[in-house]
């Protein structure tokens, strides 16, 4: 069965910093995958989509590359403000779990001012 | 603006009591799912359905049940045979099965 892992479970920066979320799943025959942000006790909000055909995206200070070959995705977000505080999830669709979502537990990011 | 509205936000269940969770969407979407969410844990499916009057299993669907009667409801039940039902529950629609999911806010089910 895929297992989806995102690595760190929490993070904790200083404004402005850069961030970098992973994702990893131990069948890499993915189709497609999609970055979601949740903050608390709210649902789930898409980020990022990214196409089997693609490698990454990008939208505004997030950028969310996808490598294949290695089962992995990272999430970028440039400049972190306290507002970007949330838990970030991923999810893939595989044809090992018939292109249901897969889910990460996530990684919850706290931006200190 | 479209979306996707879950309620009640909170709801308490006593002992041997079935409670319903409401789901609805005005995305004119054709898929509906329906997910559990317990702390430290990913998203798990209990229930999908692609189009209206069918209905398929996820991987946790002992003790829950779900109807689609209309292509904007997706309603699920927590019967009494779920044992351990607090959780965060998440509906989610989209147009096709490999298309972005779209999220309602969620409803928190805890036991008196």
């Known amino acids: 069965k895929q297992e989806v892992t995102q690595i760190p479970a929490a993070l904790s920066v200083p404004e402005g910093e850069n961030l970098v979320l992973n994702c990893s799943f131990t069948?890499?025959?993915?189709?497609?995958l999609q970055w979601f942000r949740q903050d608390p006790g709210k649902g789930l909000t898409s980020l990022l989509l990214?196409?089997?055909?693609?490698r990454e995206q990008t939208s505004g200070r997030l950028n969310a590359s996808l490598d294949k070959s290695s089962g992995r995705s990272t999430l970028y977000i440039a400049a972190s403000q306290p507002g970007d505080s949330a838990t970030y999830l991923c999810a893939g669709h595989h044809r090992s779990n018939d292109y249901k979502l897969s889910f990460g537990a996530g990684t919850t990011v706290t931006v200190r001012a | 603006d479209g979306g996707i509205t879950q309620s009640p936000k909170y709801l308490f269940r006593k002992e041997g009591q079935n409670v319903t969770l409401s789901c609805e969407q005005n995305?004119?979407?054709?898929?509906m799912y329906w997910y559990r969410q317990d702390p430290g844990q990913g998203l798990r499916l209990i229930y999908y359905?692609?189009?209206?009057?069918?209905?398929q299993k996820g991987d946790i669907a002992e003790g829950y049940s779900v109807s689609r009667e209309k292509k904007e409801s997706f309603p699920l039940t927590v019967t009494s045979a779920q044992k351990n039902p607090t959780a965060f529950y998440l509906c989610?629609?989209?147009?096709?099965?490999?298309?972005?999911?779209?999220f309602g806010d969620g409803t928190r089910l805890s036991i008196l």
């Open positions: 990214i196409q089997s055909s693609q």
């Open positions: 359905s692609q189009i209206v009057n069918d209905f």
């Open positions: 995305l004119n979407h054709d898929a």
């Open positions: 989610a629609s989209t147009k096709g099965g490999l298309q972005p999911q779209h």
């Open positions: 069948d890499s025959a993915i189709y497609n």
